[in-house]
């Protein structure tokens, strides 16, 4: 049986994105993206709801992101389900599924972080400064 493991979300960030680096030098952006989803049920009443998904974007696209995009930045997308289990420090297991996106399109008109004093984009400080993570690209 073959099997497919291909997401596709469009919504707005629900956070300003978190720039890290891995000990090996790669870029990593954490996002939050809210996807609404509006409808009405038997009664004729409008319900809306929301569903939050925490994206994992890397190399220059993490840097990309961090430098254009705010939180209510409207993006699309293209990626696949991770799924993460840890031990929080009571010892209990905890888990949970991410989105690794291969693309993040832009829908919104970007905006642009000021040029930094020295020539340097903002984002290129940002990644410099950035804290370490263990976690090595996935791929």
Same mark, same amino acid.
């Given at each position: 049986? #073959?099997?497919?493991?291909?997401? /596709?979300?469009?919504? %707005?960030?629900?956070?300003?994105?978190?720039?890290?680096?891995?000990? $090996?030098?790669? &870029?990593?952006?954490?996002?939050?993206?809210?996807?609404?989803?509006?409808?009405?049920?038997?009664?004729?009443?409008?319900? @809306?709801?929301?569903?939050?998904?925490?994206?994992?974007?890397?190399?220059?696209? =993490?840097?990309?992101? #961090? @430098?254009?995009?705010?939180?209510?930045?409207?993006?699309?997308?293209?990626?696949?389900?991770? /799924?993460? &289990?840890?031990? %929080?420090?009571?010892?209990?297991?905890? &888990?949970?599924?991410?989105?690794?996106? /291969?693309?993040?399109?832009?829908?919104?008109?970007?905006?642009?972080? $000021?040029? =930094?004093?020295?020539?340097?984009?903002?984002? #290129?400080?940002? #990644? $410099?400064? =950035?804290?370490?993570? @263990?976690?090595?690209?996935?791929?």
């Amino acid at each position: 049986m #073959a099997n497919m493991n291909r997401v /596709f979300l469009m919504g %707005n960030l629900t956070r300003e994105p978190r720039l890290k680096q891995t000990n $090996a030098g790669n &870029s990593v952006a954490e996002l939050g993206v809210a996807i609404n989803d509006n409808y009405k049920n038997r009664d004729g009443e409008l319900v @809306e709801s929301a569903c939050f998904v925490d994206i994992d974007v890397w190399g220059r696209q =993490a840097e990309s992101c #961090a @430098e254009y995009l705010d939180k209510g930045s409207p993006v699309m997308i293209d990626g696949k389900l991770k /799924f993460d &289990s840890w031990e %929080n420090d009571e010892g209990q297991r905890r &888990s949970k599924i991410r989105v690794h996106a /291969f693309r993040v399109q832009f829908l919104g008109r970007p905006r642009k972080k $000021a040029e =930094a004093e020295d020539g340097g984009s903002e984002v #290129a400080r940002s #990644a $410099a400064e =950035a804290e370490p993570v @263990e976690a090595e690209m996935p791929f």
